[in-house]
């Protein structure tokens, strides 16, 4: 775009080191000109103010009158420095909690105390894509741009649809595919007032055409593509820590749909080791729903790896090719991970490696059970959240997580994002059930709270209550 240099230690490059090409932050681009692989956001360290400990962030914690010291994006800007912290856009993400969670541990398998859950529905939007809302509007918005889109399995349309209409400063236009969008997340994005587009399709072919439609007509695309949108959502982690007292947990689990989260999380942790400001980086763990496995068939089934920044292009474009010749789309409850084709994929590989990163797949059966136990205990999560928890189990069943290993699962959007899966798992109507649940092969209600059903008569009433409670 030929602007001035915007900024004296942030750039952009190539996450592949034998290409390694820098760009301007002025530039707003969605992979590498020169070779198309992903971009960072990189700094020069050495040039700016890190802090020498973690603890001297929790000197933000005595100014929350502060808007930028009560993000909790902004309050950790010097560790995300590519914009002014004036003039960065917040509504107020980030004031999120870390649980711990005794009543799920035992039925993950770990020990009291062991297991944490980093509630990220807590967001302004209700999931984590507002901790990268916040960075990635606040580069539009360093550009000047009139128009921000993405494509979208809901939350990310939500949180861009939040933040265009609370801050006024760019019209938002979403990309959904038909029929795929949890009811919760489609409610916010109209009456927020953005700009719907439908197109008749699932998340991979939005993906694919709000590329093309907003390289054509200058929109700015606020999709995970974009490294300042993970530079925000750097900051879970940052949080997790935070919470814990500065003291690495041994375990992040993390669903996996686009592989934007992890891929944040992998750098986040890896610049606080390079910084000296972690002595020890949590193993990461990204699970993926049985119906959208990708990552786990690429990771577990055929051993790609990072592998220095050449994973093997070959094997990933045979797979590719393969699922395109059978026709395999996603297909899962969990909709926030129904993705075949993960936009960060090699971010996420190289997250894996950073990390000692495993991977593992679950069933939606094992998603909805999960969320149902986490529900119990008052921490109501979508179905993609709970691929974490899911995924916590299956991990210990196969003894890579141990019992007594410290574990953060990131439940990452709110229980009331998609109730339709949860009134179904609960519900005492069969017909429902296998409506919406039997054909993601989900057989059981584990944990269902069904209602009692009496007739409306007060002495079956008083049975009912007497013997139920
Ligand atoms: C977007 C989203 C995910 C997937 O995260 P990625 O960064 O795309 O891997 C998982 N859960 C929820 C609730 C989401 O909104
Ligand atoms: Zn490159």
């Known amino acids: 775009m030929g602007r001035s240099q915007l900024s004296d230690w942030a750039f952009q490059r190539c996450i592949s080191p034998r290409c390694g090409a820098t760009f301007d932050i002025g530039e707003t681009l969605s992979s590498c000109l020169r070779c198309g692989e992903l971009l960072d956001v990189d700094y020069q360290w050495d040039r700016l103010p890190v802090p020498k400990s973690l603890r001297e962030f929790e000197s933000a914690w005595a100014r929350?009158?502060?808007?930028?010291?009560?993000?909790?994006?902004?309050?950790?800007?010097?560790?995300?420095?590519?914009?002014?912290?004036?003039?960065?856009?917040?509504?107020?993400?980030?004031?999120?909690?870390?649980?711990?969670?005794?009543?799920?541990?035992?039925?993950?398998?770990?020990?009291?105390?062991?297991?944490?859950?980093?509630?990220?529905?807590?967001?302004?939007?209700?999931?984590?894509?507002?901790?990268?809302?916040?960075?990635?509007?606040?580069?539009?918005?360093?550009?000047?741009?009139?128009?921000?889109?993405?494509a979208?399995?809901?939350?990310?349309?939500?949180?861009?649809?939040?933040?265009?209409?609370?801050?006024?400063?760019?019209?938002?236009?979403?990309?959904?595919?038909?029929?795929?969008?949890?009811?919760?997340?489609?409610?916010?994005?109209?009456?927020?007032?953005?700009?719907t587009i439908q197109i008749q399709g699932d998340f991979d072919d939005a993906m694919a055409r709000v590329k093309e439609v907003a390289k054509q007509l200058g929109i700015y695309l606020v999709n995970s593509l974009n490294p300042f949108r993970l530079e925000g959502q750097k900051t879970t982690m940052y949080r997790v820590l935070e919470a814990l007292g500065w003291e690495p947990p041994d375990w992040i689990v993390v669903p996996g749909g686009n592989l934007g989260n992890s891929s944040a999380f992998g750098k986040a942790l890896w610049e606080l080791k390079q910084l000296d400001l972690i002595k020890r980086i949590p193993r990461l763990a990204v699970v993926n729903a049985s119906g959208a496995n990708t990552l786990s068939q690429l990771v577990n089934t055929l051993g790609v790896r990072w592998n220095a920044g050449e994973p093997d292009r070959h094997l990933i474009a045979e797979y590719f090719r393969a699922m395109e010749a059978e026709n395999r789309r996603a297909s899962t409850i969990a909709s926030a991970i129904e993705i075949n084709r993960p936009v960060n994929l090699t971010k996420c590989l190289r997250a894996l490696e950073w990390c000692e990163g495993v991977v593992c797949d679950v069933s939606d059966q094992d998603i909805l059970d999960a969320k149902a136990q986490v529900g119990i205990g008052g921490f109501g999560c979508e179905p993609a959240s709970a691929a974490s928890v899911a995924g916590t189990k299956e991990l210990v069943r196969q003894g890579i997580i141990g019992k007594d290993e410290r574990v953060v699962c990131v439940l990452t959007g709110h229980q009331l994002k998609d109730p339709n899966a949860t009134v179904a798992y609960h519900t005492t109507d069969k017909e429902l059930f296998s409506k919406v649940l039997g054909c993601r092969g989900v057989r059981r209600a584990t944990f269902a709270n069904r209602a009692v059903v009496v007739p409306n008569d007060l002495e079956e009433i008083i049975k009912a209550v007497r013997l139920y409670s």
């Open 152 to 195: 979208s399995t809901g939350n990310t349309s939500a949180s861009l649809a939040l933040y265009c209409a609370v801050t006024r400063l760019m019209r938002a236009i979403i990309f959904v595919g038909s029929g795929k969008i949890a009811s919760g997340k489609l409610a916010q994005a109209l009456e927020f007032g953005a700009l």
């Open 64 to 150: 929350r009158h502060d808007p930028f010291a009560f993000s909790g994006v902004w309050r950790f800007h010097s560790l995300l420095p590519f914009a002014p912290r004036e003039q960065s856009v917040t509504i107020g993400e980030g004031q999120t909690l870390l649980q711990r969670a005794d009543w799920v541990a035992p039925y993950v398998g770990l020990e009291p105390g062991r297991l944490f859950l980093q509630y990220e529905g807590m967001n302004p939007s209700g999931s984590f894509k507002d901790n990268g809302m916040a960075a990635a509007f606040t580069h539009a918005r360093l550009l000047g741009a009139q128009r921000a889109a993405c």
